[in-house]
């Protein structure tokens, strides 16, 4: 067994307690666990239509989300755009969505980032966007191949680790390609009964950083925040990222799901967290 799952919390929103854990800053980066939102960008209070999320990103981060997947397009004047498959359904400059995650940075300096980019559009318009807020000198460069304590990356304030799904050319170097770097479980899944411990993406199993996709879609393969309640309970993930740990001895770094306000994938993290 790769964490002790522990159950002497049973925290669920709205009582569920932010806190910063700060024995956390000792530990690398690779050996801590962090709620990963699921199109973290798709959410109803920024009025998309079909929504992942519940609350912006604003709000995600300032409730203990510490980890972002966000889709980029690009921009027919030459500025990236975020939305999810269809822009209809709603969507954003992906600058403006940025400049939550800088806000937050520079509010909360002892905080640490991660940003999965399902890069749909070129990497010239998303490192724009990155570049042209002053970002990137937040974006951790990882040239060692190795993780630094949380407390290194605070002290030179490199907090945000930023990873791209798709290998594309030019590619700045703190944009680090995803599948070289972590593993991660398929993510289509419409029943509880149907979670497994199988490996996706990433090759099977031995990358430095784990990643568990967490959620239930419809048989559209939509996001519906009903399925939530289910999904999300603290005996159903417990028991996920334990199967999927022992089954690929690795230890859970990050845990993506929908809705994280619902249920109890905050607990679960701070659970593998030793808290």
């Not at 149907?194 to 939509?222: A, E, I, K, M, P």
Request: net charge neutral; charged share 20%.
């Amino acid at each position: 067994m790769l964490f002790v799952f522990s159950c002497k919390k049973n925290n669920t929103n709205p009582t569920y307690a932010c806190q910063k854990h700060t024995e956390l800053n000792s530990k690398k980066y690779n050996e801590v666990c962090f709620v990963m939102t699921h199109n973290a960008m798709n959410n109803s209070e920024k009025g998309y239509s079909i929504p992942n999320q519940t609350e912006s990103i604003t709000n995600q981060l300032n409730n203990c989300v510490r980890g972002l997947m966000i889709d980029t397009y690009d921009g027919t004047d030459g500025n990236a755009l975020t939305y999810h498959a269809i822009p209809t359904f709603g969507q954003q400059k992906l600058v403006d969505v940025l400049k939550e995650v800088k806000d937050f940075l520079v509010a909360n300096r002892e905080e640490i980032v991660t940003i999965i980019f399902q890069n749909e559009g070129t990497n010239v318009q998303l490192q724009k966007a990155i570049d042209s807020i002053g970002l990137d000198a937040f974006c951790y460069i990882n040239t060692s191949g190795t993780w630094p304590t949380l407390q290194t990356m605070i002290d030179a304030n490199k907090r945000l680790v930023c990873f791209v799904e798709r290998n594309k050319s030019p590619r700045a170097s703190y944009l680090m390609y995803a599948w070289s770097t972590i593993f991660d479980t398929k993510y289509s899944y419409q029943n509880v009964s149907d979670f497994d411990s199988d490996v996706n993406r990433g090759g099977s199993g031995n990358r430095q950083l784990y990643l568990v996709n967490h959620w239930l879609q419809t048989s559209l393969g939509l996001p519906d925040k009903t399925l939530a309640p289910s999904a999300n309970t603290r005996a159903v993930i417990g028991k996920r990222v334990q199967d999927c740990s022992n089954a690929n001895s690795h230890f859970i770094n990050f845990i993506g799901v929908d809705f994280y306000e619902i249920g109890d994938a905050r607990a679960i993290a701070d659970s593998i967290n030793g808290f």
